[in-house]
Every structure is written in structure tokens, then in C-alpha cells.
């Protein structure tokens, strides 16, 4: 019911953490990866991260942006309130919704009742 889409820019961030503080750890990410079945969404080009850039000012949340965008995601989910969540220009333009991971579970047990309401 799921499908989770990760930009290869996120990933390279979260390997390197890992390899800094928790090498051991790289083994497990590998295994989670692969059975959750995340697309792996690679880095847009620069002429498209131009776009995010403008809306966000910051040159990483641009790139993880413009992947949510190439992937065409229903729902970008994030906890940078500074850059993304309180960004109602972004908001306004975004072919798809944002917010936290708690709001993303809330919108998804909404989507749940409307579609059993909808077998009735």
C-alpha cells in the first residue's frame, strides 16, 4: 500500500553518517533497503534542482526536493521545518503534499477510512 521512494542524495548522506559513526550499521541499511523495496531515486540534474533551489535557498533540501519531484511522490515527508515545512510558497507549488512523518500517518489513515467507507 506503501511504495517509499528515497533520492540517491539522501542515501549518501545517511552511508556517510553511518560510515562516521556506526560502520557496522551499513550491513543492516543495505537489509532494510532491500526489503522495504525503497525506489531509489537518482540525483535530477542540476538544471532542475535550479527550480527547488529558489524555493528553498539551501542547496542539499533542494536536491532531496527535486527528487520528490522526479519521482512524482504524493507525499514528501520531512522534519526541516526551517527549509520545507514552514515554506508556504513551496507549499503552494508542490504537486504533492508535505509534512512530518505524524502527518503523513494521519493523512494516510484518512486515505484508509475514506476507501473502506467507499467498499460499503
Known amino acids: 500500500m506503501i511504495q517509499i521512494a528515497v533520492g540517491s542524495y539522501v542515501l549518501t548522506e545517511i552511508q556517510n553518517v553511518l560510515q562516521r559513526k556506526e560502520p557496522g550499521m551499513l550491513g543492516r541499511l543495505a537489509l532494510l533497503l532491500h526489503e522495504s523495496r525503497v525506489d531509489i531515486v537518482q540525483t535530477p540534474p542540476p538544471e532542475s534542482s535550479h ?9 542539499p533540501d533542494a536536491q532531496v526536493l527535486s527528487a520528490a519531484w522526479a519521482a512524482d511522490v504524493d507525499y514528501f515527508i520531512t522534519l526541516d521545518k526551517k527549509h520545507i515545512l514552514e515554506n508556504a510558497p513551496l507549499k503552494q ?26 467498499d460499503d
Open 51 to 59: 527550480e527547488s533551489l529558489q524555493l528553498v535557498g539551501y542547496e
Open 93 to 118: 507549488v508542490a504537486p504533492f503534499l508535505i509534512g512530518t512523518p505524524g502527518d503523513f500517518l494521519a493523512w494516510f489513515r484518512a486515505q484508509l477510512i475514506v476507501t473502506e467507507a467507499g
